[in-house]
């Protein structure tokens, strides 16, 4: 069954920098579209950050542009967010999720879902 698990979330300093993984199993990556969602209580969960099957493709929603970075590397079957120049408002729960599809304006619904890891941006 599909799985993806999500790492590297806590604790950061506003200003501070912090790199999110997503390890997948289950499918061939390779063959998919992946994204990045955050969800602060009370609000619905939104799209951050997508990358395309082939990495050609990349969408940041405009709240993050130019401080996030997504990648990934297939052969470790493993998605990346780079986040820095990290604020309080970044502070959220960060879902990775395996997507319909990625383009450069905008990023398709999840297909799967990883448990979430709480980033907190805070002094």
């Known amino acids: 069954q599909v799985q993806l698990v999500e790492s590297g979330g806590g604790l950061v300093q506003p200003g501070g920098s912090q790199r999110l993984s997503c390890t997948a199993s289950g499918f061939t990556l390779n063959l998919y579209s992946m994204g990045w969602f955050r969800q602060v209580p009370g609000k619905e969960r939104e799209g951050v950050s997508c990358i395309s099957s082939s990495g050609v493709s990349t969408y940041y929603a405009d709240s993050v542009k130019g401080r996030f970075t997504i990648s990934r590397d297939n052969a470790k079957k493993t998605v990346y967010l780079q986040m820095n120049s990290l604020k309080p408002e970044d502070t959220a729960v960060y879902y990775c999720?395996?997507?319909?599809?990625?383009?450069?304006?905008?990023?398709?619904?999840?297909?799967?879902w990883g448990q979430g890891t709480q980033v907190t941006v805070s002094s």
């Open positions: 999720a395996r997507i319909k599809w990625c383009a450069s304006h905008a990023m398709g619904a999840a297909l799967n």
